[in-house]
């Protein structure tokens, strides 16, 4: 049985992590309630913009662009957006084992000859895949410090330029979609090439656009500004989820630790009590001794 100081030692430790983890469930939720705030606003513009870029896509306008142009897959981009800190339950470990697996799995052909690279977003997709000898792309690690809209329209900026020149023949989108506080669903999306539309939408979807000032210029402005709005999307949805994660890992540490209390408290009363029945029963058998005496 431990000793009384060794027990009275761990509640004092077990308290100042309970607080702590109180502490971070409350900025947990604070940054919660910002970020879904940003991800619930954006959804339907970003919905309504995808809408009308796949309308013009069922209308035939932009079928042959560069942003649509399926090539043989030689070199593969994968975006891996993960959180800059830990404390968040599995959110990053979801993350990095179905970007791990894309790359071992689907993409290890690519991975083999050296042609599968990763662009990180976070901290801790930065470190992992670094570690690991993962060909990088590692300019954008640190997007979450400061998030902006124009901070991701710099990485989308990037990947669109990188796949018109060449570089990349696919670009896929690996992040957690924020559903509500306890849950988080996983997203791999293609970035570019942009996927044709189904022939069943397609009949859905057809609308006869009137341009101004013209079909062209248009067009031209809106894929960009669709493809940076999709992955702006991916982040704040990431962001939102991460906050969720955290808050909900938090809750049940700060559980977790009172039930450990409970526990440790008992075991001190046990202990304390242990150590006084001893005391009394030297007591009574020194006195014992003595009228033997």
Not at 79 to 94: A, E, K, P, Q
Not at 109 to 125: E, N
Not at 249 to 256: H, I, L, Q, R, V
Request: hydrophobic content about 40%.
């Amino acid at each position: 049985m431990p000793s009384l100081k060794e027990v009275k030692s761990r509640i004092t430790s077990v308290i100042s992590t309970q607080q702590i983890t109180k502490a971070m469930k409350m900025v947990a939720a604070a940054k919660l309630r910002k970020s879904q705030d940003r991800i619930t606003q954006m959804r339907p513009y970003a919905q309504k913009l995808t809408g009308l870029f796949q309308n013009l896509s069922a209308a035939g306008q932009v079928e042959q662009a560069w942003y649509s142009k399926q090539r043989p897959v030689e070199n593969v981009l994968l975006v891996v957006i993960s959180s800059d800190r830990g404390l968040c339950g599995s959110f990053n470990s979801t993350i990095i084992k179905a970007a791990s697996k894309l790359a071992s799995e689907k993409y290890n052909d690519q991975h083999t000859k050296g042609k599968l690279t990763v662009l990180p977003l976070g901290k801790k997709a930065f470190e992992y895949f670094s570690k690991r000898g993962y060909k990088m792309e590692s300019s954008f690690w640190n997007i979450f410090q400061g998030l902006s809209y124009d901070g991701v329209a710099q990485v989308g900026e990037f990947l669109m330029e990188e796949f018109k020149a060449g570089r990349y023949d696919k670009i896929e989108i690996v992040y957690n979609e924020f559903k509500n506080v306890a849950t988080q669903i996983l997203r791999t999306e293609q970035f570019l090439p942009v996927l044709p539309v189904a022939k069943e939408t397609t009949r859905q979807v057809e609308v006869d656009y009137i341009y101004m000032p013209n079909q062209e210029e248009i067009v031209t402005g809106l894929v960009p500004k669709a493809l940076k709005i999709q992955l702006y999307k991916a982040v704040l949805d990431s962001n939102a989820a991460e906050n969720g994660a955290r808050m909900t890992a938090m809750d049940k540490a700060t559980e977790n630790a009172g039930e450990l209390l409970k526990d440790l408290k008992l075991t001190y009363n046990r202990t304390r009590q242990a150590a006084i029945t001893k005391e009394i029963l030297e007591i009574v058998a020194g006195a014992e001794a003595l009228k033997s005496a």
